[in-house]
């Protein structure tokens, strides 16, 4: 068991790092999407030379996608002049008033390289508030995102954060964008500071729990790993999304490193409902097979692997078929055989013993293979054979929904073995109809 453990593991791993990849690209993406929710218009309280000049306020990262996001006042606009109020936005001195406003008018007509000049000459000013700071570095942040200049970026916006300027529903947004730029500029550790303080305020949206969960997966911790994942399953359930599937391969890999065989067959019964994966398929069959010491139950599993097209050795398609030899099927075994011979995978040394193996079971074949061989099976020793037949044969004749109602009697037998019932409950479930009740 261990050493197959180990074999679906060198797999497993190139394909999380593969999605780990889009996972981290996309957000340099969502980066450039972030200018359509700031309002950089030049405001006439900002223009240079105002005794009460006061800046509009500084751009916001992502709340366009957040439903935290600052609200802009009833009856306002971010460049319309306000009346003194008890909670005004602070605003900025008089000694930076003009470069800034030469600052938002460059960033307007998406002149950057020229915004951040003259944020680079307010900066020279002194003396300089906290909110001088925080609007100079908030402006810059944003500029340098425009340029995709994502390490100074990052940096900039730490250093706004730093003057302790912002209020608590700015800092909501902040800290989003601070844990998205982390991760893209591969700082894992920062990452999941700014993520772990986005998530306490409510920031994350389900893409970000997964680039999460695949942080701590590289950082070898698969505990944390997991945690975060089940939060971004959760969430992608409740936006009514599937799950991204390289969190279950995170859930397969940190089993298979572990050597926890139910926890691989759990992730892995988790990824065929999600993808219905021939090679998911394959590797769960084979797990579950492997302690399977009664013939019945074990011609049971082959069934489901050949319906699902999860055989990929002719050895399987050889103890398949002298499994129905034994019990009395050889029209089926005959079947099993021909495709066997079809698919490619017999070997040299093995094609002259399943041809031999084909022609014995062909001269005892009866004619009708599935049907009539249903209709008999209810007086037979083993009564979830019938059902069984008899949902196969629906669904071949691509009749789904009545071939799972075939499946769903299963579960009214009191000695059907629990693997098999899981796994026929699956095949049943990734049939491309409606999904049926659970067995």
Same mark, same amino acid.
């Given at each position: 068991?261990?050493?197959?453990?180990?074999?679906?593991?060198?797999?497993?791993?190139?394909?999380?790092?593969?999605?780990?990849?889009?996972?981290?690209?996309?957000?340099?993406?969502?980066?450039?999407?972030?200018?359509?929710?700031?309002?950089?218009?030049?405001?006439?309280?900002?223009?240079?030379?105002?005794?009460?000049?006061?800046?509009?306020?500084?751009?916001?990262?992502?709340?366009?996608?957040?439903?935290?996001?600052?609200?802009?006042?009833?009856?306002?606009?971010?460049?319309?002049?306000?009346?003194?109020?008890?909670?005004?936005?602070?605003?900025?001195?008089?000694?930076?008033?003009?470069?800034?406003?030469?600052?938002?008018?460059?960033?307007?007509?998406?002149?950057?390289?020229?915004?951040?000049?003259?944020?680079?000459?307010?900066?020279?000013?002194?003396?300089?508030?906290?909110?001088?700071?925080?609007?100079?570095?908030?402006?810059?942040?944003?500029?340098?995102?425009?340029?995709?200049?994502?390490?100074?970026?990052?940096?900039?916006?730490?250093?706004?954060?730093?003057?302790?300027?912002?209020?608590?529903?700015?800092?909501?947004?902040?800290?989003?964008?601070?844990? %998205? =730029?982390?991760?893209?500029?591969?700082? #894992?550790?920062? /990452?999941?500071?700014?993520? &772990? $303080? +986005?998530?306490?305020? !409510?920031?994350?949206?389900?893409?970000?729990?997964?680039?999460?969960?695949?942080?701590?997966?590289?950082?070898?911790?698969?505990?944390?790993?997991?945690?975060?994942?089940?939060?971004?399953?959760?969430?992608?359930?409740?936006?009514?999304?599937?799950?991204?599937?390289?969190?279950?391969?995170?859930?397969?890999?940190?089993?298979?490193?572990?050597?926890?065989?139910?926890?691989?067959?759990?992730?892995?019964?988790?990824?065929?409902?999600?993808?219905?994966?021939?090679?998911?398929?394959?590797?769960?069959?084979?797990?579950?097979?492997?302690?399977?010491?009664?013939?019945?139950?074990?011609?049971?599993?082959?069934?489901?692997?050949?319906?699902?097209?999860?055989?990929?050795?002719?050895?399987?398609?050889?103890?398949?078929? %002298? =499994?129905?030899?034994?019990?009395?099927? #050889?029209?089926? /075994?005959?079947?099993?055989? &021909? $495709? +066997?011979?079809?698919? !490619?995978?017999?070997?040299?040394?093995?094609?002259?013993?399943?041809?031999?193996?084909?022609?014995?079971?062909?001269?005892?074949?009866?004619?009708?293979?599935?049907?009539?061989?249903?209709?008999?099976?209810?007086?037979?020793?083993?009564?979830?054979?019938?059902?069984?037949?008899?949902?196969?044969?629906?669904?071949?004749?691509?009749?789904?929904?009545?071939?799972?109602?075939?499946?769903?009697?299963?579960?009214?037998?009191?000695?059907?073995?629990?693997?098999?019932?899981?796994?026929?409950?699956?095949?049943?479930?990734?049939?491309?109809?409606?999904?049926?009740?659970?067995?």
């Amino acid at each position: 068991m261990g050493n197959l453990l180990k074999a679906m593991g060198f797999w497993m791993w190139g394909l999380i790092v593969i999605g780990l990849s889009v996972s981290l690209v996309s957000v340099s993406y969502r980066m450039f999407a972030i200018s359509r929710s700031h309002d950089l218009s030049a405001s006439s309280q900002s223009s240079a030379g105002s005794p009460n000049a006061e800046a509009a306020l500084p751009p916001t990262l992502f709340s366009g996608n957040n439903e935290k996001a600052r609200p802009e006042p009833k009856g306002t606009n971010i460049s319309a002049s306000r009346e003194p109020a008890v909670n005004r936005e602070p605003a900025v001195s008089r000694v930076i008033a003009k470069e800034i406003s030469a600052a938002q008018k460059a960033m307007q007509t998406g002149q950057w390289p020229e915004a951040l000049k003259n944020l680079e000459a307010a900066g020279l000013n002194a003396p300089l508030s906290a909110y001088d700071t925080k609007t100079i570095e908030d402006f810059r942040g944003f500029s340098y995102v425009r340029l995709n200049n994502l390490k100074a970026a990052q940096k900039a916006y730490e250093a706004a954060l730093s003057t302790g300027a912002y209020k608590e529903e700015e800092l909501v947004i902040l800290f989003r964008a601070l844990f %998205q =730029l982390a991760a893209t500029n591969q700082q #894992p550790a920062k /990452a999941i500071e700014y993520g &772990e $303080k +986005a998530y306490d305020v !409510g920031a994350l949206k389900s893409n970000d729990l997964l680039i999460m969960s695949q942080i701590y997966y590289q950082q070898k911790d698969c505990k944390n790993s997991a945690v975060w994942g089940d939060k971004a399953i959760t969430s992608f359930r409740e936006e009514g999304v599937a799950p991204k599937e390289v969190l279950y391969q995170i859930k397969l890999q940190c089993a298979s490193d572990a050597g926890d065989t139910a926890g691989v067959i759990a992730a892995l019964y988790d990824l065929v409902r999600l993808t219905n994966k021939t090679s998911y398929w394959n590797n769960l069959i084979r797990l579950e097979r492997q302690d399977e010491r009664d013939d019945h139950n074990l011609l049971m599993i082959y069934r489901v692997m050949y319906d699902t097209n999860a055989m990929q050795a002719d050895t399987d398609y050889i103890e398949m078929a %002298q =499994l129905l030899g034994d019990a009395g099927l #050889p029209g089926e /075994a005959q079947i099993v055989l &021909e $495709k +066997a011979l079809r698919s !490619g995978l017999v070997k040299d040394e093995h094609r002259e013993r399943l041809t031999r193996l084909l022609n014995g079971m062909t001269t005892r074949a009866e004619t009708d293979r599935f049907k009539a061989y249903a209709a008999t099976m209810q007086d037979r020793k083993y009564p979830d054979d019938a059902y069984v037949a008899l949902g196969r044969s629906l669904i071949a004749q691509n009749q789904a929904a009545e071939g799972k109602n075939a499946f769903a009697q299963l579960r009214t037998l009191p000695n059907i073995s629990p693997r098999v019932l899981r796994l026929w409950n699956l095949y049943a479930d990734t049939r491309p109809e409606v999904r049926s009740a659970s067995l």
